[in-house]
């Protein structure tokens, strides 16, 4: 009895190993620029405004069977901001919001993803001016032939990173939440 226990246990052990092992890696991918869009939108005078940041690369690694083993990792040229206003643009690469003198890139990287009801959920770490905090994102995932399609967003504050020195550290002029928008058009890593 004991032996037939130990033989039965030992069989669904093996059959797990095996499942695990069947998922494979999650698959390598990296956002084609000239077709994805990485976007924020913040209220500054009670207004909504919006920019966008022109240069950026993604590495994704992603499988929906492998989310143990996937992970997307982020670098953001702060200086290619563009908000639609020149002045605007100036004082956000500026000392007291992206200080791109000192840190001229940001850079996210997740930690553990989630299935949802909507898609897909992660959280990762985002740098900005030096400092590192947690940004949970929600997205969707979609394979499109060999490559794949990725839309999410995520919410932020922006004084938890920095981002608001001297007269910008108020929230009356420059609202603190900040949301970020994306839609990553996917091609496999050659």
Do not use: C
């Amino acid at each position: 009895m004991m032996i037939r226990r130990m033989a039965s246990m030992i069989l669904l052990a093996s059959s797990f190993v095996s499942a695990a092992s069947s998922a494979g890696p999650a698959a390598g991918y990296t956002a084609d620029s000239s077709q994805s869009r990485l976007e924020f939108t913040g209220v500054q005078a009670g207004a909504e405004f919006k920019g966008i940041f022109h240069k950026f690369a993604a590495a994704v690694d992603f499988a929906p069977d492998a989310l143990a083993s996937s992970r997307f990792d982020v670098q953001i040229d702060l200086n290619s901001v563009d908000s639609m206003d020149k002045d605007r643009d100036t004082t956000i690469r500026g000392p007291d919001i992206f200080d791109v003198a000192h840190s001229p890139t940001a850079h996210y990287v997740t930690r553990s993803f989630a299935k949802t009801a909507a898609g897909y959920s992660a959280v990762g770490a985002l740098t900005l001016r030096g400092v590192t905090k947690d940004v949970p994102i929600d997205f969707q995932f979609t394979q499109v032939g060999t490559g794949a399609k990725l839309v999410g967003s995520a919410k932020l504050k922006r004084l938890d990173f920095g981002a608001g020195q001297g007269d910008w550290k108020s929230t009356e002029e420059v609202a603190d939440a900040v949301k970020i928008s994306f839609s990553l058009v996917l091609k496999p890593k050659s």
